[in-house]
């Protein structure tokens, strides 16, 4: 398996709503990632899952929340967000944090926030 | 100055065209480059990474570092109308910096 899968691949919600995200892989990378992406932008960062533990929280508003249950698993919560967060949300992996760091994207979630 | 710097385009080449997309960088520090194809309104899709300099190629892509000019590029032969996309160039500086910086990404076109 060398894909990175993600759910729901769309999403509606209101901004007193509160959802999740979630991203699979199954090619035992150590390193897991969560982007932003506004249209005709390049993927901008938000956090990074090394070995599970969180490694890299890049000044993202507590209304979004990521989780790492295990190894395969990334979640990202959302709760009470704003309309300007609508966006393209990826998920990534990578091998590991050194050397061999390409990354790996999912198809991505679309957000509208309403 | 940005330390990614990327044409937008678009570039639009006629089916069958040789296509060259390039990026420019600042940080002498990277040495880990990656080629993401990105159709729209869908994840990027890993096409190539090289390490340091020299040429890789993987069917009718071919990526080029040139570490002394600070410049890198990808190459398509025999473009397809398929091959219209987004690309975005991303480099790294492992082992210490494994996070990517990115391009901001070329819009190609391929005309039938």
């Known amino acids: 398996d060398t894909e990175v899968t993600q759910t729901p691949k769309h999403l509606v919600m209101g901004m007193t709503n509160k959802k999740s995200l979630k991203c699979e892989q199954h090619?035992?990378?150590?390193?897991m990632y969560w982007y932003k992406q506004k249209a005709k932008k390049p993927p901008e960062l938000m956090f990074v899952?090394?070995?599970?533990?969180?490694?890299i929280n890049e000044s993202v508003p507590s209304r979004f929340s990521p989780e790492c249950p295990n190894s395969s698993l990334l979640n990202l919560h959302l709760h009470a967000l704003q309309p300007e967060d609508s966006a393209l949300y990826l998920c990534?992996?990578?091998?590991?944090?050194?050397?061999?760091?390409?990354?790996?994207f999912g198809p991505g979630t679309r957000l509208t926030v309403l | 100055q940005k330390e990614v710097e990327q044409d937008p385009g678009p570039l639009s080449v006629p089916e069958g065209a040789i296509v060259s997309l390039n990026c420019t960088y600042s940080n002498s520090a990277f040495q880990y480059f990656m080629w993401y194809r990105q159709y729209s309104r869908k994840g990027p899709e890993l096409l190539m990474y090289?390490?340091?300099?020299g040429n890789k190629e993987d069917g009718r892509f071919t990526a080029q570092v040139d570490k002394s000019s600070k410049y890198i590029s990808l190459f398509i032969r025999d473009s397809q109308p398929s091959d219209s996309a987004t690309y975005l160039c991303?480099?790294?500086?492992?082992?210490?910096?494994?996070?990517?910086?990115f391009g901001r990404g070329t819009s190609l076109i391929v005309h039938p």
């Open positions: 899952y090394s070995y599970e533990k969180l490694s």
């Open positions: 991303a480099m790294s500086a492992p082992p210490g910096s494994y996070i990517p910086t």
């Open positions: 990534a992996s990578s091998p590991g944090t050194g050397f061999h760091n390409e990354q790996f």
């Open positions: 090289t390490y340091s300099s």
């Open positions: 090619m035992g990378h150590r390193a």
